[in-house]
Structure formats: structure tokens, C-alpha cells
């Protein structure tokens, strides 16, 4: 072929042949014409050049690496048998250094896939392969070059080799910009150009919604700017004469569209020399995170509603365990309850010699009450019905009341209660005892409480049960504080198959005769038996209502939460957010009954002990982390074992194991020998608790104990 020929082939495969852009008065990128006849120019290269290779002979090598552009001859390995002086420039390493080196070596790492495939691809394929590798330029500016591999013959030794080389893109920059808009479009993020001589930016494409913020192909940095946010303008600027060969840090600016509302974009500059002998260029990438700030408002709104919600929740349990006569009692109900449930009214109704005495709050007027004023405890109608059967109702609307009551047709303002909106009626009463009243909140149309929220009604009914009946009976203060601390903790679960649990609960003798100590068990929604053991600072009232509020967070939480060490981190950042003053150390567990699974994790408690029926035992110290209420942002961690059949954990509170005279370590031994001793025994898990709490009692414990035992048969 004739250097004419070759000069008609690498017009064909390198530049584009209509020139600059008429759009222009300078070549430019971006345009449409161009990037389409460029395309088809690289399809006549992928015919034509093949044919070109297979029958015609090249020139001398020396002819090849003449040029003022670097180029270089490989071996089909790509091992470099020569270079010219250009391509030495540009590799930036001397002759010696880059001869019979592999090709893709002698360029940076983030490079080396694409320096290995142009290579591979002209050596198997025998035909024309291009690439736009990035040679260092001057001042670490990196220089985009495109180059241009395929086969050629040495007339010295018959041998085929390789010849890469850079071509000349000054009429045709767009074809260096199409790798970094393919690259940008798949990652869903937007590629535009900023020419600092000028202070004009090019936008060259990208994810589809983010193109649709700039319907301007070009615009001015003064125009860019006007459009964002005032706060964020001197951190673009910052961004764009700062930028350097390296990537920039992401850059957040608050951007308003000429017909959208604000929009939270990211960007991160780079400066780029287009070619050799081209123009330098800034070039970004731009990111679209307003959605991503949407759902984290959302979701930070959402846990936000949900800490509020366990403060209310928490303040209305304090409140109802502190509470010390029927006044302040009313008070706490009527102010408290609507509101932590999303209520639009409630009101109270307390059993006084076999009538009913209401009080409401704003949200139901008292004249469509007064008919409840006074009703004999035997009528058979809604709220009597509630509080004599201890049973719960939830009345949807009125049809639902009329159908269920017939005759509170006689009793207009009665039924106007659920005309409107659903009702829901919470017994105060305590199994085996008198009635004492119930609570009724009503909610806006439409709206039914769920079967979670209606549970958590029940819970503190129950507790303002146990207030109002101590204060009935005018006892005193510490009693009625015992009474509701043994109401807060839980009956155990009557059956759990392949499970015996036994828990035991002694207060403490110093102080007031009440204490922070728990223990709870409860089904998990996928089966598995959660078992926790704490113990809140202090042995007085708070301390109580600090155990009161932990647990039931705790629980509220492992409803939705699968594992134990999770649960501890969302308890301990409830408490550190609320601001609780008392802290706890807590484990918690959960047993697969079928497998024998134990999945557990610790905040600063006691090690967990396991007994086997040989009489032996071992101390199992958890993972965790400190206890809840501390430290913020802890992350805790957990551990799987196996719980054998007939073996037996044994999880207590630290007054079990510690004394005035008994140290930890000790007291653990102790501990683990009497659970040892007690299934070598035969005993079950009620009297190996017994035994174990018996042993605290008589070395003169002065602190709360809990016990709880797990036998798995």
C-alpha cells in the first residue's frame, strides 16, 4: 500500500472527516454530526483494515515509529520490541526500561485492563482495535490520547507484530469523550466539561434524568451558579480552581432546575489534557442524591416518631408506676393517653360503689358522656360489659355498636361514639379481682389501632389497675412499688417445646424494698424463644421504672428485630437519646428449641453458666459490649453455640453471684456448682432456681437477685 493509502486509512479509523462542527467556529465535542460519522467511519475501519493487513506488505520498521506520535511495535504477547522516542515521552520511563517489558506493565494500574485488551484484541482478531488510555502529562495532568492497535509484518524477519500507536484527534475530540460518557451513563451519573479560558461548561450526557436538569447543551458559570443554592456557591467555585489531575472529594450543592424544585446534587472534578497538543479541560461527574436525602428525611422522621413514641410511652409508664392517688392518677390518663396512641379523645371510668364515675379530656366533650355518668356496673352495654368481663372491645363504627348493643339505640349520645369513628375499651382490672374501671379512646374515621398497639394498651392498663387498686387500699409507697414491679415483670410463657424455663426474683433488702432487676420471656415471630436478664441501676422507684421502660423497649424492639446484638444497639441508642438517667447490663438470648441454636450477646452483664446432667459446668463469657445508656453509637456484637439436650443455662443478675464477702469469680463457681449439682440431681429447672436463689439469700446478698433458668430436654 501506498503512504497515500496509509494516510487514507488512518484519516478513515482516526479522525473525522467532515471537520470542525458548523455549530462552532472551533472543533468541539459533544456534537451529534460528529459522534455519528464517527461511528460509521470506525465500521468501514473494522472492514477495510483487516483486508489491508492480510494483503499488503508494511514499510520498514523504523518507517512505523517515525511519526511525531508515540507508537511502538509489540510481539503478539505484547512484549515491546521497540519504541520511538514519543512513546518514551509519554510512558515517561527511559528506553532500557520499557523494552521487553509486557505492554500493559508499563501503564498504572487503573489502566492495565484496557492497555492488555487493545493489544489481545488486534493480536487474535487481526484487525483494528482502538482504545483512549491516559499518558502522564506535564504538571501530572494526564494526557487522553486514542490509540490505535493491529497487525503489521517485519520485512526483516517475516515476523507479525504488533503497532500501537496514538493518532491524532485534534479534529475530533469527541472520540476521546466516549469511553468517560459510556462509563458515566452506566454508573447512572452525569459527565460535563468546563473550560476555564472561556468560564463556559459543556454538558456531554449521562444518566437520563439528571441530562433533563440541563436542557442547555452549553451555559455559563455565571448562569451555573445563579441556579444554586447561596450557600453552596463558593464550594463550586472552590471545586473548579482547585481541580487538579487527581479526583476531587464529592461535593454537595443544593441546585434548582428552571422547573423543578430543589435538588441535591453531588460533584467531583478532574483536569484532563484532551490529545497531544490539545486543550486542558475540567471535567465532573455530577451525582443526583435527592432521592438518597429524601428517604434518609424519611427514615430520620420515622425514627424520630419512633424515639418519641417510646418516650411517651416510657414517661406514661413512669408516670402510672409513681402515681400516688386517684387524682393524679385521673390526671396522667387523661393527658397521656390520646396523645402517645394518636387518639382524638379518651376518657376514664372508674368503678365507685357499683357505678360508673367518668371523667374525659378535650377530645370528647363531657355532655356526650353524661349518659356513662352514673351507669350501673350491670348494664348491658359497651363500657359496663368491658370492665365487668375484664375483656377488651373495639367498636368500628356504629353499625358495629348497634349490632353487637341493640339497644343502645335508646341511648343517642351513647351510640353517637362510634358514629363517626372506631372506639376502643381497655379494662383496668386485675385477674381474680374486683373491677376497678377501664379507659376508652376513640380515633378518626377510618383508622383501627393495630393488634400491637391495642397489646401495649392492655400492658399500661394493666399497671394503672395496679396503681389505682394500692392506692384504693392506701397503702403505703414502697409496697405499692413492689407490687407494680412484680406486675411489670412477666409470667413466663406456660409451654415451649423442648424447653423448661424457671425464673426467680428477690428484691433487695437496703433501702426502699424494691429494685432494677428483670428477667422476660417471649416467642419470636420465626419461632425462636428470646430470654433476657438485666439489672438497672439503683434499688428505688426510678430504678424500677427504668427496668420497667427498658424492658418493655426491649421487647417492643425484638418484635421487629431478628437478632440479639441489634436489639442491644437500638435499646442502648434509645436510652443514650432519651437521656436516661440510669444505666443497665442486660443479656439476651435467643434458643432455637428444635436445633439447640443459642445466638447471644451481652451489655457489661454477668457470664452466662451451663450445666450438663454429669454434674460438670463451664462459664460462658458473651460477646457485647458496655452496658446500655452509656456510650453512643455502640455497635454490639454476638455468638452462636450449641445447647446440648439435658444440659442447662443459667442466667442471673449480679446480687446472685457477688457479695460483701463473695467475690465474682467465686460466686460464679459457687453458682455453676449448685446448677451442676442439682441436674445430676434429677431437679428440674423450678427447683434448680430455687436452689440457686436459696444459696444468694443465706451469704446475706444485699443487692436485687434474679434467676432464670433454661433446660433444654
Request: with cysteine; proline share 5%.
Amino acid at each position: 500500500m501506498s503512504r497515500n493509502g496509509l494516510r487514507r486509512r488512518r484519516s478513515v479509523a482516526g479522525a473525522c472527516p467532515v471537520g470542525p462542527c458548523r455549530r462552532h467556529s472551533s472543533p468541539t465535542v459533544g456534537h451529534d454530526l460528529c459522534l455519528h460519522l464517527m461511528t460509521k467511519c470506525m465500521e468501514v475501519a473494522e472492514e477495510v483494515v483487516p483486508a489491508f493487513a492480510r494483503g499488503s506488505q508494511m514499510d520498514a520498521s523504523d518507517e512505523l515509529l517515525r511519526g511525531a506520535d508515540p507508537a511502538a511495535l509489540l510481539t503478539l504477547d505484547g512484549v515491546m520490541r521497540s519504541l520511538n522516542t514519543a512513546m518514551v515521552t509519554a510512558l515517561g520511563r527511559s528506553a532500557e526500561q520499557c523494552l521487553g517489558r509486557d505492554f500493559r506493565d508499563l501503564w498504572p494500574a487503573s489502566q492495565r485492563i484496557s492497555a492488555e485488551s487493545l493489544v489481545t484484541h488486534a493480536a487474535e482478531t487481526k484487525a483494528v482495535a482502538m482504545r483512549v488510555l491516559d499518558f502522564p502529562g506535564r504538571g501530572g495532568v494526564p494526557v487522553a490520547s486514542l490509540i490505535e492497535a493491529r497487525q503489521v509484518k517485519d520485512p526483516a524477519s517475516d515476523e507479525q507484530l504488533v503497532w500501537v500507536h496514538a493518532l491524532d484527534a485534534r479534529n475530533d475530540l469527541a472520540s476521546l469523550l466516549i469511553p468517560f460518557r459510556l462509563a458515566t451513563t452506566a454508573a447512572h451519573l452525569g459527565l460535563w466539561m468546563y473550560s476555564p479560558e472561556d468560564h463556559r461548561l459543556e454538558w456531554l450526557g449521562g444518566a437520563p434524568a439528571l441530562v433533563a436538569l440541563f436542557p442547555d447543551l452549553t451555559v455559563s458559570l455565571s448562569r451555573l451558579i445563579s441556579a444554586v443554592h447561596p450557600d453552596d456557591r463558593d464550594a463550586l467555585r472552590k471545586l473548579l480552581r482547585s481541580a487538579s489531575a487527581q479526583k476531587s472529594p464529592w461535593v454537595r450543592v443544593r441546585y434548582l432546575p428552571e422547573r423543578e424544585g430543589w435538588h441535591q446534587l453531588a460533584a467531583q472534578t478532574r483536569r484532563i489534557q484532551l490529545g497531544y497538543g490539545g486543550p486542558e479541560r475540567i471535567f465532573g461527574i455530577l451525582r443526583d442524591d435527592t432521592k438518597q436525602e429524601k428517604r434518609k428525611e424519611k427514615a430520620q422522621a420515622a425514627l424520630t416518631a419512633e424515639r418519641q413514641r417510646a418516650k411517651d410511652i416510657a414517661d406514661f409508664s413512669s408516670a402510672l408506676i409513681t402515681a400516688a392517688t386517684e387524682q393524679e392518677l385521673q390526671q396522667i390518663v387523661l393527658t397521656r393517653l390520646a396523645a402517645t396512641f394518636g387518639a382524638s379523645g379518651a376518657l376514664l371510668a372508674l368503678v365507685d360503689e357499683g357505678r360508673l364515675r367518668v371523667t374525659t379530656d378535650a377530645g370528647i366533650a363531657m355532655w356526650e358522656v353524661d349518659v356513662l355518668h352514673g351507669l350501673p356496673l350491670e348494664h348491658p352495654s359497651a363500657l359496663p360489659e368491658a370492665i365487668r368481663t375484664g375483656k377488651p372491645q373495639l367498636i368500628l363504627d356504629r353499625e358495629d355498636y348497634i349490632r353487637r348493643w341493640p339497644h343502645g339505640a335508646e341511648f343517642p349520645r351513647l351510640g353517637r361514639l362510634g358514629s363517626d369513628y372506631a372506639t376502643s375499651i381497655t379494662p383496668l382490672s386485675e385477674a381474680g379481682n374486683q373491677p376497678l374501671g377501664a379507659w376508652l379512646v376513640t380515633y378518626g374515621s377510618g383508622y383501627q389501632p393495630s393488634l400491637d398497639e391495642r397489646t401495649l394498651m392492655g400492658t399500661l392498663a394493666d399497671l394503672a389497675g395496679q396503681a389505682l387498686r394500692r392506692i384504693r387500699l392506701q397503702q403505703a409507697r414502697v409496697e405499692l412499688a413492689t407490687a407494680l414491679q412484680r406486675t411489670m415483670l412477666p409470667t413466663l410463657p406456660g409451654h415451649l417445646p423442648g424447653l423448661e424455663v424457671s425464673a426467680r426474683y428477690r428484691p433487695s433488702r437496703d433501702g426502699l424494698d424494691i429494685g432494677g432487676d428483670w428477667y422476660d420471656v417471649f416467642v419470636m415471630p420465626d419461632g425462636a424463644i428470646a430470654l433476657e436478664i438485666g439489672d438497672a441501676q439503683g434499688h428505688d422507684v426510678d430504678a424500677a421504672a427504668a427496668m420497667g421502660q427498658i424492658r418493655a423497649s426491649m421487647r417492643t424492639i425484638a418484635a421487629h428485630e431478628p437478632d440479639p446484638a441489634t436489639v442491644l444497639t437500638r435499646a442502648n441508642d434509645l436510652l443514650v437519646t432519651m437521656g436516661a438517667t440510669r444505666f443497665a447490663s442486660c443479656t439476651l438470648l435467643h434458643i432455637d428449641p428444635n436445633k439447640g441454636l443459642v445466638t447471644g450477646a451481652s451489655a457489661g452483664h454477668v457470664p452466662l453458666l451451663c450445666a450438663r446432667k454429669d454434674g460438670s459446668h463451664s462459664i460462658h463469657e458473651l460477646p457485647g459490649g458496655p452496658v446500655l445508656g452509656v456510650m453512643p453509637d455502640t455497635e454490639y456484637r454476638e455468638e452462636t453455640f450449641t445447647l446440648d439436650k439435658d444440659s442447662t443455662l443459667i442466667m442471673v443478675t449480679d446480687g446472685v453471684v457477688e457479695g460483701p464477702g463473695l467475690t465474682l469469680d467465686a460466686g460464679l463457681e459457687r453458682a455453676g456448682t449448685l446448677a451442676g449439682m442439682a441436674l445430676h440431681d434429677g431437679l428440674n429447672a423450678e427447683e434448680t432456681a430455687d436452689r440457686i436463689l436459696d444459696a444468694a439469700v443465706v451469704v446475706d446478698h444485699l443487692d436485687d437477685v434474679a434467676v432464670l433458668v433454661i433446660r433444654r430436654t
